[in-house]
């Protein structure tokens, strides 16, 4: 995707939009359909997807491999889903804005401190190497040490 996509987030007369053709000088510059990787990132990468139909409960299990943020913004018929992913040697910071009830994974890291809002979470779920967190509808920073 990077190889393939470059010229267009690097052209500056055109890097709102994703043209139609790999050349800028064919076909339309605004063109949805070429957009394909954009669903792939934020359901693979942010890994927002519906836990239940019609995003009655969200699901947010992020996979940063080698990447260090991730930023999505995905829009349902419940309203959108806000993720801000930053990924550092000593932590990881999940912000995000939820419309219904969300179960997140966080990654656990080395001191296995999880807090939301400011305040340790003291009783965890674990599935693997992940904290498995459930949220009402709202915005919240999540801080894992």
Request: aromatic share 12%; net charge negative; proline share 3%.
């Amino acid at each position: 995707m990077k190889t393939q996509y470059d010229a267009m987030i690097n052209n500056v007369g055109y890097s709102s939009t994703l043209w139609e053709y790999w050349d800028y000088r064919d076909g339309s510059k605004n063109h949805a359909w070429a957009g394909g990787p954009l669903v792939i990132m934020s359901k693979y990468f942010a890994g927002i997807m519906p836990y239940k139909p019609g995003y009655e409960e969200i699901l947010i299990k992020p996979e940063f491999g080698n990447l260090t943020s991730i930023r999505a913004n995905v829009s349902t018929i419940k309203g959108n889903i806000e993720v801000d992913l930053n990924k550092e040697d000593t932590h990881i910071s999940y912000e995000i804005n939820v419309p219904e009830k969300t179960i997140i994974y966080v990654d656990k890291m080395e001191e296995d401190i999880i807090s939301i809002n400011g305040e340790d979470v003291e009783n965890k779920n674990y599935e693997e190497d992940k904290v498995v967190l459930t949220l009402d509808k709202g915005k919240y920073t999540i801080i894992s040490k």
